[in-house]
């Protein structure tokens, strides 16, 4: 096989490793979040009472799981964000430890865009140094598609596929590289036999330009 001229990190994140939370496990997971919601800024807006947490498969990156999830408030607003971990041992079977969480919020969902063919939520958790100075943003993106018929969804950087993730109960969960060398993330969904379904970028496109 030939040099590649397009020199990026791929397939970084382990595969989902755990079913979904439920129980005590989510239990614990809600606390962590519903503590990051607590501490969002929100400039005086009424955020309401979250609601049920969905929760998205679990991905490994950097020593670290990140378990991303989404709540609709009683106002609203749909609550987005993550609880992150550290394997206790290191070595991929101990307790869970040094928990993190972020959370955000947005007035922006689904049911006001009919457009949209994948709900997408991201977050930046880390950084990546490649050749010539050129650093790509190490990104968590979760969402739900809406569209039938889905099996794979997978990240792509200039139509080079960086991620993929099995949908797990129509939810997925990816790691990947946006943002290098001017090329940026679009998210693809698949049927099982391949066919491309639907499309989204991490990017909003509006009426200016």
Partial sequence: MPPTDRFVIRFAAEPPQEALPYGRWADTLRGYFLAAVDNIESAGEELGTPGDIVWFPDRSYGGRTY??????TSNGHELFGYVSFADGSGEGNGAPDDFE???????????????????LNDEIVGHWRGEDGNVADMTLIWGIPLVEGGAIVTAELADLAVDQCTLVEYRFTLVAPDAYRSDYLDVKLFSMRGDELARESLYVEDGDG
């Fill in 67 to 72: 378990v991303p999830a989404t709540s609709r």
């Fill in 101 to 119: 969480a972020h959370a955000d919020f947005t007035s922006e969902t689904a049911d006001d865009n009919p457009e949209w063919r994948i709900d």
